[in-house]
């Protein structure tokens, strides 16, 4: 169990996964737990993400590179399942390097991840505006990445960054797709700028999964980084309301390449109420000045996007259903300071359904989800301020109720608790 940001189990494998609807607080926590790990790895999703954290006071965002970058010594990875954009990439690395040195022995590309070009981005586009029900994708090219990599016509980075492949792969499309043919003209600075990428980004791309498991061997400490959130995953989240990759625990071996065997510990980042940017059911949404307090104290909008976030109180039934699909060791539950000042705070513990009644199981179709009401617990709030370090028993006697509300509902124990935006803002247990 994690009793201090030191005591991940040494040479094993931690997994963190976003427990909601994405931007629950990941990147902060993995920056925490990264200190004392040596590799942190991305399994899945691109630049849809935004982890925010902040590095000696200055908020930093990332959207690609693995949030362990800024741990002295450590090595981050992307791995096979992540689709990547060469050209943000390259920026992002640029970001980086003012902070912290990024050399390609600190930086793992997988050759096998997937690109994104412009031609994804402008598709993404089109059929969002298009579209008579759209998702509110992120607009950055992930769900036509991801299409063509299933449908065996993508380019992967190991190919991207061969001159004479990554052409004959741009050949081939133009000669396949009018549309394509039609946007190379048209957009011939942003594919300038695709191809422009590439002789930059070469040193960085290699067998990152072969690396890993070599690092296992040697009994490396190596921690997963998650992405989105496991509501958002394409087989287990509010399809089609979802990201285009598995976002969930199970998600990550395939992309990484190693047996399930190794991982030794799963933990869920959860807010203390929830957020969803996007289209999609949440039956626990707020439209009253709770749900606007809570965006308000919360700074909800989105970390990529800018888009304000919807919010709600936590979902229990939603929590114990991610519960049960990652096989949590533990939950971490962040921005608990948020909710102070609240005179009541609720809990939804199950949904009620005009047709089917009560419901205590996340249902697997999200028409029935979005007719759902919320049946909630309502529990005391509290004011006293939190501390932000330390032990989560040193929390206010409300805050210490609603945890074991939330425990209790969701089924697992909350572990870590979080009440800061800075890497030392962490209670545990
Ligand atoms: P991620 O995508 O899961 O990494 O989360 P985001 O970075 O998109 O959104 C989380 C937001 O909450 C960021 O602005 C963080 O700086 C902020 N944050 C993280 N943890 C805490 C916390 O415990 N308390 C407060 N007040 N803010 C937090
Ligand atoms: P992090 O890692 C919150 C949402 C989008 C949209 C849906 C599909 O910061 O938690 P996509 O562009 O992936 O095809 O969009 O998924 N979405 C996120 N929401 N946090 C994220 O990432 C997200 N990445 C995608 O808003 O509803
Ligand atoms: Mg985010």
Redesign the pocket.
Not at 25 to 31: N, Q
Not at 169 to 195: C, P, T, V
């Given at each position: 169990m994690v009793t201090s940001a030191n005591s991940l189990k040494k040479g094993g494998v931690t997994i963190l996964v976003?427990a909601q609807w994405?931007?629950?607080?990941?990147?902060?926590?993995?920056d925490i737990l990264a200190e004392n790990t040596n590799i942190v790895a991305r399994y899945q999703g691109g630049n849809n993400?935004?982890?925010?954290?902040?590095v000696d006071g200055e908020?930093v965002?990332l959207h690609q590179i693995p949030?362990g970058i800024f741990r002295e010594g450590q090595t981050c990875a992307l791995t096979s399942g992540v689709v990547i954009n060469p050209v943000e990439m390259v920026e992002e690395i640029k970001k980086v390097q003012k902070i912290i040195q990024v050399s390609p022995d600190r930086l793992w590309l997988s050759a096998r991840s997937h690109v994104i070009s412009p031609w994804h981005i402008w598709l993404d586009g089109k059929k969002e505006k298009e579209a008579q029900n759209p998702i509110g994708t992120t607009k950055r090219g992930i769900g036509p990445a991801y299409s063509d990599k299933a449908a065996r016509v993508g380019l992967r980075l190991g190919e991207y960054i061969d001159p004479v492949r990554r052409q004959a792969w741009f050949d081939r499309m133009s000669y396949e797709s009018e549309d394509f043919s039609k946007l190379a003209k048209e957009n011939a600075e942003a594919w300038e700028a695709f191809h422009g990428a590439a002789e930059k980004l070469a040193s960085y791309v290699c067998n990152a999964e072969q690396n890993l498991r070599a690092a296992m061997q040697h009994s490396q400490t190596i921690l997963l980084e998650g992405?989105q959130?496991a509501l958002l995953d394409i087989n287990h989240g509010t399809y089609p309301y979802v990201t285009s990759s598995e976002t969930c625990s199970g998600g990550a071996f395939a992309s990484l390449g190693f047996a399930p065997k190794y991982v030794d510990k799963v933990y869920g980042?959860a807010k203390a109420y929830v957020t969803r940017v996007g289209e999609g059911p949440f039956p626990s949404e707020l439209h009253d000045e709770d749900g606007a307090y809570i965006a308000k104290?919360?700074?909800e909008f989105?970390?990529?996007t800018g888009r304000p976030r919807r919010c709600g109180w936590l979902d229990a039934v939603a929590l114990k259903y991610c519960q049960e699909v990652n096989g949590f060791d533990g939950i971490i539950l962040?921005?608990?300071?948020?909710l102070t000042g609240m005179q009541e705070i609720k809990i939804c513990t199950a949904y009620k359904h005009p047709k089917l009644g009560l419901i205590k199981e996340f249902p697997w179709d999200g028409n029935i989800l979005a007719e759902c009401k919320p049946v909630c617990e309502t529990l005391p709030g509290w004011t006293d301020p939190m501390p932000t370090s330390g032990k989560i028993a040193d929390l206010p006697e409300n805050a210490l109720k609603y945890i074991a509300a939330v425990e209790q509902a969701a089924n697992c124990k909350v572990t870590m608790v979080?009440?800061?935006?800075n890497r030392t803002?962490g209670l545990f247990l």
């Amino acid at each position: 169990m994690v009793t201090s940001a030191n005591s991940l189990k040494k040479g094993g494998v931690t997994i963190l996964v976003g427990a909601q609807w994405g931007d629950e607080g990941k990147g902060k926590w993995i920056d925490i737990l990264a200190e004392n790990t040596n590799i942190v790895a991305r399994y899945q999703g691109g630049n849809n993400a935004g982890h925010t954290l902040y590095v000696d006071g200055e908020k930093v965002v990332l959207h690609q590179i693995p949030s362990g970058i800024f741990r002295e010594g450590q090595t981050c990875a992307l791995t096979s399942g992540v689709v990547i954009n060469p050209v943000e990439m390259v920026e992002e690395i640029k970001k980086v390097q003012k902070i912290i040195q990024v050399s390609p022995d600190r930086l793992w590309l997988s050759a096998r991840s997937h690109v994104i070009s412009p031609w994804h981005i402008w598709l993404d586009g089109k059929k969002e505006k298009e579209a008579q029900n759209p998702i509110g994708t992120t607009k950055r090219g992930i769900g036509p990445a991801y299409s063509d990599k299933a449908a065996r016509v993508g380019l992967r980075l190991g190919e991207y960054i061969d001159p004479v492949r990554r052409q004959a792969w741009f050949d081939r499309m133009s000669y396949e797709s009018e549309d394509f043919s039609k946007l190379a003209k048209e957009n011939a600075e942003a594919w300038e700028a695709f191809h422009g990428a590439a002789e930059k980004l070469a040193s960085y791309v290699c067998n990152a999964e072969q690396n890993l498991r070599a690092a296992m061997q040697h009994s490396q400490t190596i921690l997963l980084e998650g992405a989105q959130g496991a509501l958002l995953d394409i087989n287990h989240g509010t399809y089609p309301y979802v990201t285009s990759s598995e976002t969930c625990s199970g998600g990550a071996f395939a992309s990484l390449g190693f047996a399930p065997k190794y991982v030794d510990k799963v933990y869920g980042v959860a807010k203390a109420y929830v957020t969803r940017v996007g289209e999609g059911p949440f039956p626990s949404e707020l439209h009253d000045e709770d749900g606007a307090y809570i965006a308000k104290q919360g700074n909800e909008f989105g970390a990529t996007t800018g888009r304000p976030r919807r919010c709600g109180w936590l979902d229990a039934v939603a929590l114990k259903y991610c519960q049960e699909v990652n096989g949590f060791d533990g939950i971490i539950l962040n921005k608990m300071d948020i909710l102070t000042g609240m005179q009541e705070i609720k809990i939804c513990t199950a949904y009620k359904h005009p047709k089917l009644g009560l419901i205590k199981e996340f249902p697997w179709d999200g028409n029935i989800l979005a007719e759902c009401k919320p049946v909630c617990e309502t529990l005391p709030g509290w004011t006293d301020p939190m501390p932000t370090s330390g032990k989560i028993a040193d929390l206010p006697e409300n805050a210490l109720k609603y945890i074991a509300a939330v425990e209790q509902a969701a089924n697992c124990k909350v572990t870590m608790v979080g009440t800061g935006v800075n890497r030392t803002d962490g209670l545990f247990l």
